[in-house]
């Protein structure tokens, strides 16, 4: 299984997660690993990893569930604009990722700017370039 790496240094960059966030994705992961062991085991890696935030402290621009992203795949040159999601509201179609897919697992807690490299569902390495993060706004 690969990991997210920093193709510069070779480091995974820093995620940071929503502390409320966490222990969902945690709890998804966990409920997922007999049918996705794979993703399941990428998302509890990038948990463990990850510094927890409460909603104040939070980076702005770290990607959430329900965040847009803006993104260059650096082999094709392609630009995409993804919203990362549950796997009940995933469309790929729509532009809705699954956290619970290798590239929705490897965006979790990313911020803009940041460089990775991680397995696409064929499990080819793919180097991402984040480049804009949208949050979803909370409701007052």
Do not use: N
């Not at 409920?31 to 509890?44: F, S």
């Not at 990893?49 to 621009?61: F, G, V, W």
């Amino acid at each position: 299984m690969a990991a997210t790496r920093d193709p510069s240094t070779g480091a995974r960059p820093p995620i940071h997660l929503l502390d409320t966030e966490s222990d969902l994705l945690g709890d998804l992961a966990l409920r997922a690993e007999h049918r996705v062991p794979v993703v399941a085991a990428m998302l509890l890696a990038e948990i463990e990893r990850a510094e927890i935030h409460d909603e104040a402290s939070l980076p702005k621009d770290a990607i959430t569930l329900g965040s847009e992203i803006d993104y260059v795949d650096e082999a094709s040159g392609a630009q995409r604009t993804v919203q990362l999601v549950l796997p009940a509201e995933a469309d790929i179609e729509a532009g809705r990722i699954s956290v619970m897919t290798p590239m929705g697992a490897g965006l979790i807690g990313l911020s803009t700017g940041q460089t990775i490299e991680w397995p696409d569902l064929e499990g080819r390495e793919r180097r991402i370039t984040i480049q804009a993060v949208r949050r979803p706004k909370k409701d007052a």
